[in-house]
């Protein structure tokens, strides 16, 4: 299972890859507004791609706590063209950060390699969308929605239920006829969690990897590090890479970040110490 295909390209999952973020929204937590002209996008891409990025997650919604939604034609609008261009330019795997289906289906036509859904393919349509297309996908936790998610959020064993809810998310895959080698799991850290549920999660990653699935970690310059350091967000990139050397530790083999450079360095020299005979 550690050969995993992303359309025109394949990784060995046995060795961890970075997939770095180009946000292409106004309104993302840390980067909103930086990347959502063409040209600026495309500089950001081969930057992260120089500095050993894997793939590349293309995101036109953001998913920040108290997002607004956008508009179906506002989401095509940001996403395809990016993709598009990308892929003409560079031979890199593009992750699209959606949960709609138009998205999904005009993506995979422009030879994107993998559905990020932070829903879990929850959104009218997109489970059967995503089996179209014959994508791998990510399948995300959410408790709520991005407006309500950190109203309180309220859990009696988070790892267990996120757990559940994540493998009742792969049977609705296998009962549309996506098979479970296509399948990444991401506990969705920040989403709809508090601080104690965030560290729980990355302290049992391993538990997430013992259900059969590679895992995904998106801990990027998140609020955690911010209330466990006291520090803002572009402060964050020493407790990003803690969190995320802990969820390497544990099992995790993907890991979605804003900088790229400092965590290609540290995986690589933490998987070639852990794969010294």
Do not use: W
Request: proline fraction near 4%.
């Amino acid at each position: 299972m550690s050969l995993m295909s992303f359309g025109d390209k394949s990784l060995d999952l046995s060795l961890p890859h970075v997939m770095g973020i180009l946000n292409v929204t106004p309104d993302s937590f840390s980067d909103g507004g930086a990347f959502n002209s063409l040209d600026s996008a495309l500089r950001q891409t081969e930057r992260m791609i120089s500095e050993g990025a894997s793939m590349i997650d293309v995101g036109g919604e953001s998913t920040r706590p108290g997002a607004s939604p956008v508009s179906l034609q506002q989401e095509l609008d940001r996403v395809l063209p990016i993709v598009e261009a990308i892929k003409s330019r560079f031979d890199t795997i593009v992750s699209v950060d959606t949960s709609t289906p138009e998205v999904m289906l005009g993506a995979a036509k422009l030879h994107a390699g993998l559905i990020n859904d932070v829903r879990a393919l929850e959104r009218q349509g997109a489970l059967q969308a995503a089996a179209q297309t014959q994508l791998p996908l990510c399948l995300m936790h959410m408790k709520g929605m991005p407006q309500t998610m950190q109203e309180q959020p309220d859990y009696q064993a988070v790892v267990k239920e996120v757990s559940d809810y994540l493998l009742s998310r792969v049977i609705a895959c296998e009962e549309v006829g996506i098979t479970a080698d296509k399948i990444l799991l991401d506990p969705g850290i920040g989403f709809g969690k508090q601080l104690s549920h965030n560290l729980q999660l990355l302290q049992h990653t391993e538990d997430f990897k013992r259900l059969g699935f590679n895992v995904l970690i998106g801990v990027s310059r998140k609020t955690m590090i911010g209330d466990v350091l006291g520090l803002p967000v572009e402060e964050r990139l020493h407790g990003t890479m803690g969190a995320n050397a802990a969820a390497f530790a544990r099992g995790a083999r993907v890991f979605r970040v804003h900088d790229v450079k400092p965590h290609v360095d540290m995986l690589t020299l933490m998987s070639r110490i852990e794969r010294e005979e």
